[in-house]
């Protein structure tokens, strides 16, 4: 249950990462509600996480989901470079994760 919890936590913060971005530094409500709603619970699912995994797992885990959820949308839908560096980078990146879950 801790390592679902840790997956769902990280795919928010990729959802506070974006809403941060929209916000404009804070000027427009529903992006920083957004952002609000999905950090305290994004840190709410990692400290639950945490109470079973071990912190440098779990902390590198979430940030890795993150991260890798952010730069995938960001690529999809925002417009951002695909190039393949920039790929190969983004799959080191979810293969690392996927070894800190696997060799736990």
């Known amino acids: 249950m801790s390592w679902l ?3 769902i936590s990280g795919m928010l913060e990729a ?3 974006i ?7 804070f000027t427009r ?3 920083s509600v957004t952002f609000a709603v999905a950090a305290v619970l994004s840190m709410i ?4 996480a945490l109470r079973t995994i071990p912190i440098g797992t779990g902390y ?3 940030v890795g989901i993150g991260a890798a959820l952010t730069a995938v949308i960001g690529i999809s839908f925002l417009g951002e ?3 393949l560096p920039r790929l190969l980078s983004l ?3 979810v293969a690392g994760v996927a070894g800190l879950k696997f060799f736990h």
């Open 5 to 7: 919890v840790l997956i």
């Open 15 to 17: 959802v506070w990462a």
């Open 19 to 25: 809403a941060l971005d929209r916000s404009a530094m």
């Open 29 to 31: 409500l529903w992006p």
């Open 45 to 48: 699912g990692l400290s639950y």
């Open 60 to 62: 590198a885990v979430w």
């Open 81 to 83: 470079s695909a190039s």
């Open 91 to 93: 799959f080191l990146v």
